[in-house]
């Protein structure tokens, strides 16, 4: 079962920023949070990880709190591009395993 | 584009056959994972490979195997299919053979008859 709660669905105004919340409340000290998205039945895309403090790549920043029991992915300008299933994810980094599993993620729409 | 490559796009066989699908990951990367998408049950990691050996094994069915070659490209065979193996299957491939990000294919869409 997926470590993460994610809500269903959020709504986003194009051109502002989407906050997508993640509650990963037990999280251990090895496991990074990673976020992937899903743009209508393509592949997953990479967005972002980290482990403890904020990360900002081209794509999004990932704020994590401080106890890292929940994070905040922000998307800072949606466009109608971003319109997608978010999945955030715990995964252990360079565990025995490397697997994803998915939950059933946020399904973000972006509206003009 | 992820530069990991899937062929065929669709492909659509009747209940009882066999299918091979095929991934080539992209440059570098000695990873690679298969995961299915169905509309009931998600995204599921089925297996994975790293440079030639089978590393990890995720819900994967008994009919279906899968092998990845010399040159790292993967194989997924599907036999005696059913009409629930219709489904989206992805691969991800990967630099490293544990945790870190994934980069996946376009996808293969399975449509059993």
Not at chain 1, 26 to 31: A, D, F, R
Not at chain 1, 58 to 83: C, G, V
Not at chain 2, 78 to 101: M, V
Request: charged content about 15%.
């Amino acid at each position: 079962d997926a470590k993460t709660t994610q809500p269903p669905s959020m709504d986003c105004a194009e051109g502002r920023a989407a906050n997508l919340p993640c509650n990963h409340s037990t999280i251990s000290g090895n496991e990074y949070v990673y976020w992937y998205r899903q743009i209508h039945s393509q592949g997953p895309q990479y967005i972002i990880h980290g482990l403890k403090n904020n990360e900002t790549n081209e794509m999004a920043s990932l704020i994590i709190t401080e106890d890292r029991k929940s994070s905040t992915l922000i998307l800072p300008h949606a466009t109608l591009r971003d319109t997608a299933v978010y999945y955030c994810i715990v995964q252990n980094y360079g565990g025995s395993q490397g697997n994803l599993i998915f939950g059933k993620g946020t399904k973000l729409s972006v509206k003009p | 584009d992820s530069g990991v490559t899937q062929t065929p796009k669709h492909l659509i066989t009747a209940t009882g056959q066999r299918v091979t699908l095929r991934c080539s990951p992209r440059s570098g990367d000695l990873s690679v994972y298969w995961y299915q998408q169905s509309l009931d049950q998600g995204l599921q990691f089925l297996i994975q490979y790293y440079n030639g050996e089978e590393r990890a094994k995720g819900n994967i069915l008994e009919r279906f195997s899968a092998q990845q070659f010399p040159d790292l490209h993967s194989e997924l065979n599907l036999s005696s299919l059913e009409l629930g193996d219709s489904a989206l299957y992805f691969c991800a491939s990967s630099p490293y053979g544990t945790g870190r990000e994934q980069y996946f294919g376009p996808g293969t869409r399975l449509t059993v008859t």
